[in-house]
């Protein structure tokens, strides 16, 4: 560094004279810090203020420890942003700043002022590359230090650091029996404690206190199901992060559990064991809890911070758990003598929780648990059933167990195939079979399966389903479980086919509901059907199937894919033509009924789109009794359609009718709309220019005859000064005639002033673009709209913004004879907005570029020239913006309009053309 300050002792000499104070200090952090504030404090003869403060691993702030020669700060935490100590520390190295460049940290400006403080000096203190701490100088001088003196104030910073260290080892050792002592007594307050949940609130709180973590949570088998289930302390809940399998060992829970060891890591970014489960974690310990050598649970606790945890904590943790493992397994084995004493009052429980359960889902899967539970759980998995009339089989809904992960997904069971349960169904009779392989009416579904009980779900002598339970023993049931599943079955039935009927109708109306609100402020047909496909797919669900909508030309006599759903690669069904007496759609175009295909390569009518489907659902779409369209659903599971999709898509289709015919109606009244204003407008300025040119042309007339025959009386000399002047004031009464008659012309051709009303630029773009819709499918045209930058309001006359962007699309259309895309951009500014109108099109030369504006000039064949220069006046002089075109021959054109969110101010009343 530069200038070296005359009041500085010699460096040397000050070392030998005060750097032993350090090593001589007492091993106590206070006096340490004090005895590092004292050595820098005196080391420079302008030294005014001296505070030492602490970085705390993974915090983003510095706190203060000691401070000399001020009695109180203004704050004793900063931030490492924006500040010299934070630059200091991710600097490693020594940084000054004088009050010119810098606010002092610490310090506010009216204190440094009274102290006189010129300058600051910030000094990390390193070990092993690790900041420790920061001593801050403040100055009364603002000379820079010179390299001895720099030198000497890193190696008293090099000698702090190392002090500090040996702190914090002494600290860490004189905690141990502290720790000791509190983990016994942390103990002491678990060991009576047998109800499971709180048992576990009261472990995730003692791991909270002793981590101070955000995320705290046990993982614990269940001893009855022997499921893993995890408890967070708080509000926090499974659903909202990700769930490691941890008998496969994934993540850093999966590796504890096989390993039987805690593991730590204090930057989970850099280690590649880490299950992403939460989006904030920087550091995790994970404790496995161990009883007889096996693990029966697992202590995770998570944070935010980079090194939130230290080998101290995981030590703790360890002496806890083996005292954990302990008290659970006691508190569960409680809960199962509990439960077994009190079935009687668990099945009148779930009988009036389930007369009050709306979702079907829900019923079968509180049906299937509590079964579960009841029969003895173990290795045994219940399966809730219900029978699908129209397609002859037994659907899978809920599966609950241990052996449910070798049952295949949506697993169906034709009544055609001879099983023990398609068996009770169709005979309304139990069964009870204790070795399967002596039954001949088992039909395997999971290997391990050696039992297998089977009871109806009776509603008013017909069943609805039934109750399976499948076991890994021989001879695992008996009448006790016989009885206690006709009790479930008997009160389940009432529930679930109230759920049942309230499901379906419940999905029509949802369906129904977003349909409506959304075709409502549809604008095109093309939005409306994907509105109807969208909402018609999610009704029944969209897994493994396709949704299609078709509608009928009358012209063609075929029906024409319009919209597809539920499938990636849209281009293999979009813009298909099938004649309209064709397949399974010409059947039911024919016979206005709906069709079901449960197999298609068994049935004659189909008409293959798609190789990889295996079934179709084919509904009309009927308006005053006329088919219009169909909604076809096609599913790569065969017998995937039932009643329950018909009744769904039948209610679809019925709105879907009337809708469409509503959206064609509308288009077709905007259109007209636009045409007679545009037609109105043709028709005032024709009638205008004819009355112009016939006045006008009266008037040439007799100024013409005049010179005519003054150049008569010339040629013969007749001419006099008299008849002269007599000709000369005619001539001049016709030229004011015509002023007068163009002046006239300026009065009369106006529009009536505009009417500004607040309009979403969003919805209006839409509305230009339905109404262009057909023109640009024509040209095969593609628009690409940010109407999330769109969707606010503006105070415009509608039908004249309208105009102008349906005239700018218009010559972009006509810009591409060859198909592309026209992309319209918004930008939002505090006053006003600018959108953008941008096509890839033949674009303007730089020689006609500048005569655009000119009236009646145009490069269009049948063009009138008109358009840009009404544009130009609605935004320019109705409007109070501006409109730019930018243009490159063989490139594109961009339109620019700038407009004012309000009209503040800005009253119209008649506004000129001009020609």
């Given at each position: 560094?530069?200038?070296?300050?005359?009041?500085?002792?010699?460096?040397?000499?000050?070392?030998?004279?005060?750097?032993?104070?350090?090593?001589?200090?007492?091993?106590?952090f206070?006096?340490?810090?004090?005895?590092?504030?004292?050595?820098f404090?005196?080391?420079?003869?302008e030294?005014?203020?001296c505070?030492?403060s602490?970085?705390?691993?993974?915090?983003?702030?510095?706190?203060v420890?000691?401070?000399?020669?001020?009695?109180s700060?203004?704050?004793?935490?900063?931030?490492?942003?924006?500040?010299?100590?934070g630059?200091?520390?991710?600097?490693?190295?020594?940084?000054?700043?004088?009050?010119?460049?810098?606010?002092?940290?610490?310090?506010?400006?009216?204190?440094?002022?009274?102290?006189?403080?010129?300058?600051?000096?910030?000094?990390?203190?390193?070990n092993?590359?690790q900041?420790?701490?920061v001593?801050?100088?403040?100055?009364?001088?603002?000379?820079?230090?010179?390299?001895d003196?720099?030198?000497t104030?890193?190696?008293l910073?090099?000698q702090?650091?190392?002090?500090?260290?040996?702190?914090?080892?002494?600290?860490?050792e004189n905690?141990?029996?502290?720790?000791?002592?509190?983990?016994?007594?942390?103990?002491?307050?678990?060991?009576?404690?047998?109800?499971?949940?709180?048992?576990?609130?009261?472990?995730?709180?003692?791991?909270?206190?002793?981590?101070?973590?955000?995320?705290?949570?046990?993982?614990?088998q269940?001893?009855?199901?022997?499921?893993?289930?995890?408890?967070?302390?708080?509000?926090?809940?499974?659903?909202?992060?990700?769930?490691?399998?941890?008998?496969?060992?994934?993540?850093?829970?999966?590796?504890?559990?096989?390993?039987?060891?805690?593991?730590?890591?204090?930057?989970?970014?850099?280690?590649?064991?880490?299950?992403?489960?939460w989006?904030?974690?920087?550091?995790?310990?994970?404790?496995?809890?161990?009883?007889?050598?096996?693990?029966?649970?697992?202590?995770?606790?998570?944070s935010?911070?980079?090194?939130?945890?230290?080998?101290?904590?995981?030590?703790m943790?360890?002496?806890?758990?083996s005292?954990?493992?302990?008290?659970?397994?006691?508190?569960?084995?409680?809960?199962?003598?509990?439960?077994?004493?009190?079935q009687?009052?668990?099945?009148?429980?779930?009988?009036?929780a389930?007369?009050h359960?709306?979702?079907?889902?829900?019923v079968?899967?509180?049906?299937?648990?509590?079964?579960?539970?009841?029969?003895?759980?173990g290795?045994?998995t219940?399966?809730?059933?219900l029978?699908?009339?129209?397609?002859?089989?037994?659907?899978?809904?809920?599966?609950?167990?241990?052996?449910?992960?070798?049952?295949?997904?949506?697993?169906?069971?034709?009544?055609?195939?001879?099983?023990?349960v398609?068996?009770?169904?169709?005979s309304g009779?139990?069964?009870?079979?204790?070795?399967?392989?002596?039954?001949?009416?088992y039909m395997q579904?999971?290997?391990?399966?050696?039992?297998?009980?089977?009871?109806?779900?009776?509603f008013?002598?017909?069943?609805i389903?039934?109750?399976?339970?499948?076991?890994?023993?021989?001879g695992?049931?008996?009448?006790?479980?016989?009885?206690?599943?006709?009790?479930?079955?008997?009160?389940a039935?009432?529930?679930?086919?109230?759920?049942?009927?309230?499901?379906?109708?419940?999905?029509?109306?949802?369906?129904?509901?977003h349909?409506?609100?959304?075709i409502?402020?549809?604008?095109?047909?093309n939005?409306?059907?994907?509105?109807?496909?969208?909402?018609?797919?999610?009704?029944?669900?969209?897994?493994?199937?396709?949704?299609?909508?078709?509608?009928?030309?009358?012209?063609?006599?075929?029906l024409?894919?319009?919209c597809v759903?539920?499938?990636q690669?849209k281009?293999?069904?979009?813009?298909?033509?099938?004649?309209?007496?064709?397949?399974?759609?010409?059947?039911?175009?024919k016979?206005?009924?709906?069709?079901?295909?449960?197999?298609?390569?068994?049935?004659?009518?189909?008409?293959?789109?798609?190789?990889?489907?295996?079934?179709?659902?084919?509904?009309?779409i009927?308006?005053?009794?006329?088919?219009i369209?169909?909604?076809?659903?096609?599913?790569?599971?065969?017998?995937?359609?039932?009643?329950n999709?018909?009744?769904?898509?039948?209610?679809?289709?019925?709105q879907a009718?009337v809708?469409l015919?509503?959206?064609?109606?509308?288009?077709?009244?905007?259109?007209?709309?636009l045409?007679?204003?545009?037609?109105?407008?043709?028709?005032?300025?024709?009638?205008?220019?004819?009355g112009?040119?016939?006045?006008?042309?009266?008037n040439?007339?007799?100024i013409?005859?005049?010179?005519?025959w003054m150049?008569?009386?010339?040629?013969?000399?007749?001419?006099?000064?008299?008849?002269?002047g007599e000709?000369?004031?005619?001539?001049?009464?016709?030229l004011?005639?015509?002023?007068?008659?163009?002046?006239?012309?300026?009065?009369?051709?106006?529009?009536?002033?505009?009417?500004?009303?607040?309009?979403?630029?969003?919805?209006l773009?839409?509305?230009?673009?339905?109404?262009?819709s057909?023109?640009?499918?024509?040209h095969q045209?593609?628009?690409?709209?940010?109407?999330?930058?769109?969707?606010?309001?503006?105070?415009?006359?509608?039908?004249?913004?309208?105009?102008?962007?349906?005239?700018?699309?218009?010559?972009?259309?006509?810009a591409?004879?060859?198909g592309?895309?026209v992309?319209?951009?918004?930008?939002?500014?505090?006053?006003d907005?600018?959108?953008?109108?941008?096509?890839?099109?033949?674009?303007?030369?730089?020689?006609?570029l500048?005569?655009?504006?000119?009236?009646?000039?145009?490069?269009?064949?049948?063009?009138?020239?008109?358009?840009?220069?009404?544009?130009?006046?609605?935004?320019?002089?109705?409007?109070h913006?501006?409109?730019?075109?930018?243009s490159?021959?063989?490139?594109?054109?961009?339109?620019?309009?700038?407009?004012?969110?309000?009209?503040?101010?800005?009253?119209c009343g008649?506004?000129?053309?001009?020609l």
């Open positions: 560094m530069s200038t070296k300050i005359e009041k500085y002792p010699e460096p040397l000499h000050f070392l030998l004279q005060n750097g032993y104070k350090l090593f001589l200090t007492n091993l106590n206070l006096n340490v810090y004090e005895a590092i504030a004292e050595i404090f005196d080391f420079l003869a030294s005014e203020i505070i030492v602490l970085v705390e691993p993974g915090q983003n702030d510095l706190r420890v000691w401070k000399k020669g001020i009695g700060l203004s704050h004793t935490n900063i931030q490492l942003e924006n500040t010299l100590s630059n200091a520390v991710q600097a490693r190295q020594l940084k000054f700043s004088n009050n010119s460049l810098h606010h002092f940290d610490y310090l506010s400006d009216e204190v440094a002022t009274f102290r006189n403080i010129k300058s600051q000096i910030s000094i990390p203190l390193l092993a590359n900041v420790m701490a001593v801050n100088l403040y100055l009364s001088d603002e000379q820079l230090l010179d390299n003196h720099e030198k104030l890193q190696i910073a090099m702090s650091a190392y002090v500090i260290q040996q702190v914090n080892h002494q600290l860490n905690s141990t029996l502290h720790d000791v002592v509190q983990i016994d007594e942390f103990a002491k307050a678990l060991s009576n404690i047998l109800d499971v949940d709180l048992l576990l609130n009261k472990v995730l709180n003692i791991a909270k206190v002793i981590c101070n973590a955000d995320i705290v949570s046990i993982w614990y269940n001893v009855t199901t022997r499921k893993w289930e995890r408890k967070y302390l708080g509000n926090l809940k499974d659903s909202t992060a990700k769930v490691p399998d941890i008998q496969r060992g994934e993540g850093i829970i999966g590796y504890v559990f096989k390993s039987k060891r805690s593991y730590l890591t204090n930057d989970v970014t850099q280690d590649p064991l880490y299950f992403h489960s989006k904030t974690t920087k550091s995790e310990l994970t404790i496995p809890l161990l009883f007889s050598n096996e693990v029966k649970g697992i202590l995770n606790i998570e935010s911070r980079i090194h939130a945890f230290s080998v101290r904590h995981e030590k943790l360890s002496l806890l758990a005292q954990v493992a302990i008290v659970l397994r006691d508190a569960q084995l409680s809960k199962i003598a509990e439960s077994r004493t009190c009687v009052i668990v099945l009148k429980e779930i009988s009036e389930l007369s359960q709306k979702s079907l889902d829900s079968l899967a509180k049906i299937a648990k509590e079964c579960y539970h009841q029969i003895g759980g290795k045994r219940v399966y809730m059933m029978i699908d009339k129209v397609r002859k089989l037994l659907d899978v809904k809920v599966t609950y167990g241990n052996l449910t992960e070798e049952i295949p997904k949506n697993l169906k069971i034709t009544f055609s195939n001879r099983s023990i398609s068996a009770v169904a169709q009779v139990e069964k009870i079979v204790n070795d399967v392989t002596q039954d001949p009416d579904v999971i290997y391990a399966t050696r039992s297998e009980i089977c009871v109806p779900i009776l008013r002598d017909e069943v389903g039934v109750i399976n339970v499948e076991s890994a023993e021989t695992a049931f008996s009448e006790k479980e016989l009885e206690l599943l006709r009790n479930f079955a008997d009160q039935a009432l529930a679930i086919k109230i759920a049942e009927l309230y499901e379906i109708r419940l999905k029509q109306l949802e369906a129904l509901l349909t409506g609100n959304k409502r402020s549809g604008l095109n047909v939005e409306t059907l994907q509105t109807i496909a969208t909402e018609g797919l999610n009704a029944i669900g969209p897994e493994n199937r396709i949704l299609y909508i078709q509608i009928y030309d009358s012209l063609k006599d075929e024409e894919i319009k759903e539920g499938i690669n281009n293999k069904y979009l813009g298909k033509k099938i004649p309209a007496e064709a397949g399974i759609s010409g059947w039911v175009f016979n206005q009924e709906s069709y079901l295909c449960s197999d298609v390569k068994s049935d004659d009518n189909y008409c293959e789109l798609n190789s990889d489907v295996k079934s179709e659902l084919c509904i009309p009927l308006f005053q009794n006329q088919v369209g169909l909604i076809n659903v096609e599913s790569l599971i065969e017998n995937d359609f039932g009643q999709e018909i009744e769904i898509l039948q209610g679809l289709a019925n009718g809708a015919q509503n959206t064609q109606l509308n288009e077709e009244l905007i259109h007209i709309q045409e007679l204003t545009q037609a109105w407008d043709s028709m005032i300025l024709g009638e205008i220019l004819s112009l040119t016939h006045d006008i042309r009266s040439t007339a007799l013409s005859g005049e010179i005519q150049r008569r009386l010339l040629d013969k000399k007749e001419l006099t000064i008299g008849s002269l000709y000369l004031t005619t001539i001049d009464f016709c004011a005639k015509i002023e007068e008659i163009t002046s006239e012309f300026k009065k009369r051709i106006h529009k009536q002033a505009p009417e500004y009303i607040p309009i979403n630029l969003g919805d773009i839409r509305k230009v673009i339905s109404l262009l057909g023109k640009a499918q024509r045209i593609h628009f690409e709209v940010d109407y999330k930058n769109l969707n606010f309001k503006a105070e415009v006359d509608e039908l004249r913004i309208l105009r102008v962007f349906q005239n700018i699309l218009f010559n972009a259309i006509d591409m004879p060859g592309g895309l992309q319209i951009v918004a930008k939002k500014y505090p006053d907005f600018e959108i953008q109108f941008i096509d890839k099109g033949q674009g303007i030369s730089a020689e006609n500048y005569r655009i504006w000119d009236n009646f000039f145009t490069t269009k064949e049948k063009g009138t020239g008109l358009g840009l220069g009404i544009c130009k006046r609605i935004i320019q002089m109705e409007h913006g501006s409109i730019q075109i930018q490159t021959e063989n490139v594109g054109t961009t339109v620019i309009i700038k407009l004012p969110y309000q009209q503040k101010n800005n009253k008649v506004i000129e053309w001009t």
